[in-house]
Nanobody, 124 residues
Framework: QVQLVESGGGSVLAGGSLRLSCAASGAISGYHYKGWFRQAPGKEREAVAAINTDGWATYADSVKGRFTISQDDAKNTLYLQMNSLKPEDTAMYYC??????????????????WGQGTQVTASS
């Protein structure tokens, strides 16, 4: 069993920054990929970024150059630094963990464990 708890969401003006955290507990060591996904009202869940235990990271095109995914192994915590936020970044953000191939890193279907989400709102 794995538990994932997100925090750090909030409301900012467009151009602002937020840092999301995802604290993991339980049998997390068997899941070498962790990712961030988001879902806006009326839209499908989409990938934001993913990272593996070797530190290799990949990003959705829409956030490249603005968002950075990182992890602190000692704290079992995943982070998402979000800069230059845009109104279209507004969504519920979820962290996830899974054991999958690198080609699946940005596919929600490859992840087994999910957090409850944290809301991010960027207003113009």
């Amino acid at each position: 069993q794995v538990q994932l708890v997100e925090s750090g969401g909030g409301s900012v003006l467009a151009g602002g920054s937020l840092r999301l955290s995802c604290a993991a507990s339980g049998a997390i060591s068997g899941y070498h990929y962790k990712g961030w996904f988001r879902q806006a009202p009326g839209k499908e869940r989409e990938a934001v970024a993913a990272i593996n235990t070797d530190g290799w990271a990949t990003y959705a095109d829409s956030v490249k150059g603005r968002f950075t995914i990182s992890q602190d192994d000692a704290k079992n915590t995943l982070y998402l630094q979000m800069n230059s936020l845009k109104p279209e970044d507004t969504a519920m953000y979820y962290c996830a963990a899974g054991a999958l191939a690198s080609t699946q890193a940005l596919r929600a279907s490859g992840y087994k464990w999910w957090g409850q989400g944290t809301q991010v709102t960027a207003s113009s």
